[in-house]
């Protein structure tokens, strides 16, 4: 898809590297998923110098061939899991400094606990232009819910980011990227708009109701991977791991399968909670 103008590159990051807010205690498998600062920045500086269009999802126009990106590459979307307070003192002045405008979705019991952004940072966001979006109450896998569980993590979540924000929210990221077809079907139903998943591809589109893929930017991913990812030609082998591990995933069930991960990515203790 090299060049393609009818793609959006989703990217997913989590915490940054900030010393003023540490990922305290985290386990060494979540660690995979912690930028340093500078890393993020100059990817922010690469999207900016090349030109490329970074959008929200409804400013997604990919369909319409009379309005291709104006360098080529696939348009790019910004999103921030979990709600660290990295998110806040890193990632913020850095989307401004460009113009860009990127959804951080907020676990909302995490709100103002240890080093997770408070409400008075999330309604910063959302006046400063950013989409506030829900990643679940408690980030148990949506998956793993029953009816009524699924419900109140997706609308008590969204009530919750509505009354700090003031405005609608209607974007979600399951937590550990976990949606199925009842998940979304329900997200849809509490009101949910754009639905993101963790498949590591490019989207054709952008489609309310629609889980969009994202790819995970992750501590080892290079220079080169985060460049054919946004070019629109993003290395084989992050969708053949992803692979692997959702086989793995289906086998062993969610509780194993994340204490198997976190030993194979971090070799840390087992995590509380997955990504
Ligand atoms: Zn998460």
Redesign the pocket.
């Known amino acids: 898809m090299t060049g393609s103008q009818t793609a959006a590159a989703v990217l997913m990051y ?1 915490a940054l590297e900030d010393p003023r807010h540490p990922v305290a205690g985290a386990p060494r498998g979540e660690l995979v998923y912690v930028l340093p600062g500078e890393i993020f920045r100059a990817q922010m500086r690469l999207l900016a110098d090349s030109g490329t269009d970074v959008i929200l999802p409804e400013e997604d126009t990919s369909r319409d061939p009379r309005t291709p990106s104006p360098n080529g590459a696939p348009r790019v979307v910004l999103t921030f ?2 709600g660290h307070a990295s998110n806040h003192s890193i990632a913020l002045p850095a989307l401004l400094e460009h113009g860009f405008r990127g959804i951080f ?1 907020i ?1 909302t019991d995490w709100t103002g606990a240890g080093n997770y952004m408070s409400a008075g940072m999330i309604r910063e966001l959302a006046a400063s232009g950013m989409i506030v979006g829900s ?1 679940g109450r408690s ?1 148990r896998f949506l998956t793993d819910l029953n009816d009524g569980e699924l419900i109140g993590e997706l609308a008590g979540s969204k009530r919750a980011l509505e009354e700090i924000t003031g405005t609608v929210v209607d974007s979600i ?1 399951a ?2 990227g976990r949606i199925d077809g009842r998940v979304a079907e329900a997200a849809r139903a509490a009101g949910y708009r754009w639905i993101f998943d963790s498949v590591p591809a490019l989207n054709a589109s952008l489609v309310p109701g629609r889980p969009a893929h994202r790819f995970a930017v992750m501590r080892s991913a290079g220079g080169s991977w985060f460049e054919r990812v946004v070019s629109g030609n993003p290395p084989r082998s992050a969708a053949i791991r992803f692979r692997l591990f959702e086989v793995a995933r289906k086998l062993l069930g969610n509780r194993l399968y994340a204490s198997l991960r976190e030993t194979l990515l971090g070799g840390g203790r087992p995590s509380r ?3």
């Open positions: 989590h899991d979990d979705f676990t990643h980030h990221s937590p550990g909670r997955g990504r």
